[in-house]
Each structure stands twice: as structure tokens, then as C-alpha cells.
């Protein structure tokens, strides 16, 4: 019994199947799976052709790009510009000041070496109190002498001085009158020589002009200023100032396109140090004079709003407009190019570009700005759209494989 129980084994083949149909029915499978997976990965566009494509930037665009008439460059210049110095030759003892420095008109800057002219200012100091002290015993001098002839002359009317006595009397009279001229002459002319010494003192004191602020500092204390700067080592100049109040830009503007423009015009000034903010202009001036050698004429427009963060000789570009700017035209949209823009049952679509591939996106639209299109949602400004998109791409939200084509 033991020997059969040993004999006995189940038999796994399946009834009608044989060994090579198995095999083959295997690779059928796996060749569907194939196929199954290669649709899949079609399908979802892994394996899809890429499709040739133009892209566009979403971009911030300034209503006054639409009622501009010319635009010119140029840079920001200050109408009030000095390169402060002394009169006198002198060395630099005291620098106040530095680059970026605000100063008021009067404001001491710098001085220079002034020990003798102050030593001369205090001599005609003392000098005019001399003659101060001199004036008032001239005055009682005289003083003296007009009682002294009003005495003798009532005297001599009654005979108790002599014509003698009575003639001392009034030359004593006449010298205190001349001592009392003398004495106020040499007061007047202390008192001159007073204030050419404070004046002397003075010229070593540089102070600002105007309210400024300082540009560059062009000495160092211990160099020699001197007005003419003939010297070796000597400086002409101590600092240059510029009014802030008085920036400008000056750009040159054609010959041929002068006739659209005019004084007050109003103006968009952009700098390129702050590409994002445009300034409100006005132009100042149509300096009237050409330059041959480019046939250009000079024009200076002026900032309306006061900014601290605009500094001469920055670049800037100016739009000449048609009119003034409402308020809501003085801030930036975001618009896109309207040939990106696709429609469909009512609804705007665009294809936002996301690496090597493309997907639409629903976007909310505005009015039209210039030759774009203001769009209000689904996308914002720095995105790349698809441009003309054409009816190969997928819509409802499947990816599509591109190939961006440069223009």
C-alpha cells in the first residue's frame, strides 16, 4: 500500500493545452501589454510628437504706450550744478562734509589755514575801539569849549573880556569840532578796515551756495587750494554740489519730429535704474538752438513729482504724450498679445508654456490696450503663452509636447 501512495502525483497540465499553445499564448499577452502601454504613453503625449510653436511674453504694459507720440533718450541733469572753491589760496584744515552729504545755503563745507587774516581782523577790532575812545574825548573836548564860548561871549558883550580872550574861545571851539570830524573819520575808516578783515577771514569759510547735496568730494585736508589750481598738487575745487530740486532730463529730439513737441507737454520719464516705475514730466524747455553735426535739438522736461531716489546723470527715457495721463492710466496692466488668445463656447483659452510643454489654461479678459489685450486672471505677467496656437494641440487640460520655434 505504501508503494502506491508513493506513485501517486497530480498531474498540472491543463486538459487540451499542450506545452507549445501555452508558450504561445504568453507572447500574445505580453505583445497586447506592449501595445496597451504604447497607447497609454501616446495618449498622454509622452510619446507624441513634439509641435512646432511660437511663444509670447505675458507682460506689464503702461496705458501711455497708447498716447505716445515720440520717444527720446537721454539723462537726468541737474539745472543748479557748482564745484564750490575758495578765493584765496589756502590749506585745507577743516572738511564737513561727504558724498551725499545735505547742505543749506551758508553751511560751512571746508575751511582753510586763516590764522593771519584772523589776527588781522582782531587788530582792526582793537584798532576801532581806539578810535571809538578817541571820539568820545573829542566830544568832551568839545563839549568844553562851546561852554567855554558861550561864557565869554556873553562876557565880552559886557565888557569884562577882552575881543582877545573872547577870539581864543571860539578857535578852541572850532579845533574840538575838527578833533570831534577827525575822530568819527577814523571810526569809519576802523570799521572798513574791520570788515576787510572779516571778509579775509571770510574767504577761508566755503560754505554752499544753495541748498544741495554733495556730489564729490575733490580735496582731502592738507591740500593746497587755490583758485586757479596752477599749482603742483593743488586743488581748484573742494566739492561739487548740485540742487536736487532742479533735476531734469535733457534728451535730444530730431529735427524732423520737433513739431510734436511743445512747452508743457506732458510727459512719462522711465529710468532705467527702476524699470518698474514710470515718473510723471513736463517739458520745461525747447532749448533754441540745433546741433548740426546730428540734427537734433536739446529738450529739457522737468519731474513733476519729487523723488529721492532720482540722482543725476541716470539714464532715462521719455514718452512725449498726446495728453495727460488719468489716474487709473498711470498704473500698469497686465496684458498678452491678443493673437495668443483662443475661443471656445464663450470662454478664452491660452496655451501656458511649462518647460517642453504646453497646457491651456482659462483666462479672464479686459479692454483692449494699444495692439494687446488686458487680462485680468489665469495668468500673470513673465509667462510664456503659445502664439497663434494651432489645432494639433490638445485642449481640456492634456499636456502637449512643443517645440518652441524662434522668429
Known amino acids: ?34 501595445v496597451l502601454l504604447l497607447g497609454l504613453l501616446f495618449i498622454s503625449g509622452i510619446l507624441s510628437p513634439a509641435i512646432p510653436v511660437e511663444v509670447t511674453l505675458v507682460s506689464k504694459v503702461y496705458p501711455s504706450q497708447t498716447i505716445t ?52 581782523s582782531e587788530q582792526a577790532a582793537a584798532n576801532l575801539s581806539v578810535m571809538t575812545e578817541t571820539r568820545q574825548q573829542a566830544l568832551a573836548e568839545q563839549h568844553d569849549s562851546e561852554l567855554s564860548f558861550a561864557r565869554n561871549r556873553e562876557l565880552m558883550e559886557k ?23 577827525g575822530a568819527e573819520a577814523g571810526i569809519r575808516a576802523a570799521r572798513a578796515a574791520l570788515k576787510g578783515a572779516g571778509v579775509a577771514v571770510e574767504y577761508a569759510l ?22 586757479l589750481g596752477a599749482a603742483a598738487n593743488a586743488r581748484a575745487s573742494v566739492v561739487t554740489l548740485a540742487d536736487m530740486g532742479s533735476l531734469q532730463v535733457e534728451v535730444d529730439v530730431a529735427e524732423s519730429n520737433l513739431s510734436q513737441v511743445k512747452r508743457e507737454q ?67 496692466r497686465t496684458a498678452v498679445n491678443p493673437g495668443a488668445v483662443t475661443e471656445r463656447q464663450s470662454s478664452r483659452f491660452v496655451y501656458l508654456v511649462k518647460g517642453e510643454e ?12 494699444g495692439d494687446m489685450v488686458e487680462v485680468l486672471g489665469g495668468v500673470k505677467a513673465g509667462d510664456k503663452v503659445l502664439l497663434r496656437p494651432t489645432g494639433k494641440l490638445k485642449t481640456g487640460g492634456h499636456k502637449n509636447r512643443i517645440k518652441i520655434v524662434e522668429k
Open 206 to 227: 566755503i560754505r554752499a551756495p544753495f541748498d544741495a547735496v554733495v556730489l564729490t568730494k575733490n580735496a582731502d585736508i592738507g591740500d593746497i587750494v587755490t583758485p
Open 358 to 369: 504646453a497646457v491651456e489654461v482659462q483666462v479672464t479678459l479686459g479692454a483692449a490696450v
Open 69 to 120: 507720440l515720440l520717444n527720446a533718450s537721454g539723462y537726468v541733469v541737474p539745472q543748479r550744478k557748482a564745484a564750490v572753491a575758495s578765493k584765496v589760496t589756502g590749506r585745507l584744515v577743516a572738511l564737513m562734509v561727504e558724498e551725499g552729504s545735505r547742505v543749506k545755503k551758508g553751511d560751512i563745507l571746508a575751511r582753510l589755514e586763516n590764522d593771519d587774516a584772523v589776527a588781522v
Open 266 to 332: 506732458p510727459c512719462e520719464i522711465q529710468l532705467d535704474a527702476f524699470p518698474e516705475k514710470r515718473f510723471r514730466g513736463r517739458v520745461h524747455m525747447i532749448v533754441p538752438t540745433a546741433d548740426r553735426t546730428r540734427a537734433t535739438i536739446l529738450v529739457k522736461v522737468a519731474f513733476i513729482d519729487a523723488d529721492a531716489r532720482i540722482l543725476p546723470e541716470m539714464s532715462a527715457k521719455v514718452a512725449f504724450l498726446q495728453r495727460p495721463l488719468t489716474a487709473e492710466e498711470e498704473s500698469p
Open 1 to 34: 500500500m505504501t508503494d502506491d501512495i508513493t506513485r501517486l502525483k497530480i498531474d498540472k497540465a491543463v486538459p487540451g493545452v499542450t506545452k507549445k499553445k501555452r508558450t504561445v499564448m504568453l507572447k500574445i499577452g505580453a505583445a497586447g501589454a506592449v
Open 159 to 181: 565888557g569884562y573880556v577882552s575881543r582877545q580872550e573872547f577870539d581864543f574861545a571860539a578857535a578852541r571851539r572850532q579845533k574840538a569840532m575838527a578833533g570831534v570830524a
